[in-house]
């Protein structure tokens, strides 16, 4: 993968790493949260290594496998009972405490770009603005969790907000990938994530973040409300 220096992967395997632990933290320690994660992370480390997702012009595109399988998942635990039961005794603070991990993830991406494994408008140099997610986080937190100084309706404008950066940056990272639903890029794609360890990226790493906005959005829409979860 070009010549990318090797403090950028660091960077991003250990980044991978704290996500994987706060959102561990979140669940309370839970050993099925720790185990369905590790065994994902090995399963999509093992795909990137063998260069399956450079395959790019299959029908459906094999991409389509980073994200559906989580995707999935999330919605069974948002439409079941237990799962319901399960999002609502995760920890908010450290929930919002995650999305810090959106800093180290901009300037990786920022590497990436300048190596030519990304385009321009996945930074924050082409109008990527999801740094700010992760700048205001740790504010979130420290005001709305540690003082409570700010109450659940800013909390809760927060993550809508950051939602809809997530999505601006997803939408541009899926259709910069080399396939046939390939819309932005053309002249410099998204191949980073074809390979190991930047899969980790669109399939572990996002999926913890859209799970923690979700969660923390259901969490203050039914917070007071005495409806039935």
Known sequence: MGNLPLYSIIVFIVTTGITFFLFYRASNYSFAVFLI????LVIQGLLSLTGFYQVTDT?????ILFILPPLLFIIILFVT?????FIDQMDPGTLTLLHTIRIPI???????????????????AGGNYDIISGITAPIV???????KLIGRNIILLWNLLCLGLLFLIVRHAIFSIPSSLQKFG?????????????AWLPSCI????????LAMIRKFIYSGTGEKR
């Not at 994660?37 to 994902?40: C, D, K, M, Q």
């Not at 901009?106 to 321009?120: A, H, N, R």
């Not at 937190?141 to 003082?147: E, L, P, R």
């Not at 053309?186 to 190991?196: E, R, Y």
């Open 186 to 198: 053309f002249d410099q794609p998204n191949i980073a994530i074809l390979h190991f360890p930047y």
């Open 59 to 63: 029908n459906p595109p094999r991409g």
């Open 37 to 40: 994660i590790s065994i994902w």
């Open 106 to 124: 901009e300037f990786v991406l920022y590497w990436l770009y300048l190596d030519k494994q990304v385009p321009k408008l996945m930074t924050f």
């Open 81 to 85: 009972r237990s799962g319901r039961r």
């Open 206 to 213: 996002v999926p913890m973040v859209l799970f923690s906005h």
């Open 141 to 147: 937190f420290y005001f709305g969790f540690v003082n």
